[in-house]
């Protein structure tokens, strides 16, 4: 009698051992979820990467540098919408049009520069411009924080540019724009990122521009991202 309790009391620890492993293993296993990110990149010539090859676009070269920053598990996607020759009006058509989701974890607008090359009124950006950042924090989810507001290259500073009868004006003129870009983000707490100053090295440093003489080349777009890509950390992860 004593050696079949004995048998028993043995049986039911090796039972209890068994299931203990089975559980100390499920909760070990590794978990096989990708954690998904999602970008959307708003803009004209500047964001579709005229002149450039299709990966070296600053949105793609952001998107790169956000995947080798990131955890491995990280999946991040990217949409764009942009098109050479763009004005804020066309944008908006385009994103009215397209009808992106509201679930992207960054969205980054950098639009203006064919309003001023196309010598459109200002008071078209004044009132478009606040559109368009509210368009694109809608899309963030409705959070702010998630935006990313891109400033305008100055091409005053290629051979395009020197090429004006009034390359100055440019200038004058795109810092107005700027100028009312960033006191709008800033007074709606969005973060504005200013890569102006980049393209302004471009008579100096030749490997700014693109082939085309007019766009910025893979160089300066990795200078932007340079700047874009802390901003970008904190708000994707």
Not at 97 to 119: A, E, K, R
Request: proline fraction near 4%; glycine fraction near 4%.
């Amino acid at each position: 009698m004593k050696t079949q309790k004995t048998i028993l009391l043995l049986l039911i620890s090796i039972i209890l051992l068994s299931c203990s492993s089975e559980e100390k293993m499920i909760h070990q296993t590794p978990s096989n979820k990708t954690d998904s990110r999602k970008i959307l990149a708003l803009g004209d010539s500047y964001t579709i990467g005229q002149s450039v090859c299709s990966t070296c676009k600053f949105p793609e070269q952001l998107k790169d540098s956000l995947i080798v920053n990131l955890p491995d598990s990280y999946r991040i996607s990217l949409q764009v919408i942009a098109q050479t020759g763009w004005t804020t009006t066309n944008l908006i058509a385009a994103i009215n049009s397209q009808n992106p989701t509201s679930d992207f974890d960054l969205v980054t607008l950098l639009i203006g520069v064919n309003n001023q090359y196309q010598n459109k009124p200002f008071y078209l950006y004044e009132t478009e411009f606040p559109q368009l950042v509210t368009k694109a924090i809608s899309f963030a989810k409705g959070n702010k924080s998630k935006v990313i507001v891109v400033s305008i290259p100055d091409y005053a500073y290629t051979p395009f540019g020197q090429g004006s009868s009034n390359s100055q004006n440019i200038s004058t003129q795109i810092d107005q724009y700027n100028l009312f870009a960033k006191n709008y983000c800033d007074s709606n707490n969005i973060d504005f990122v200013n890569i102006t100053d980049i393209t302004r090295l471009g008579l100096q440093q030749t490997n700014l521009v693109a082939n085309d003489g007019l766009h910025p080349s893979q160089i300066a777009y990795s200078k932007f991202v340079e700047r874009i890509l802390p901003w970008a950390i904190e708000k994707i992860e």
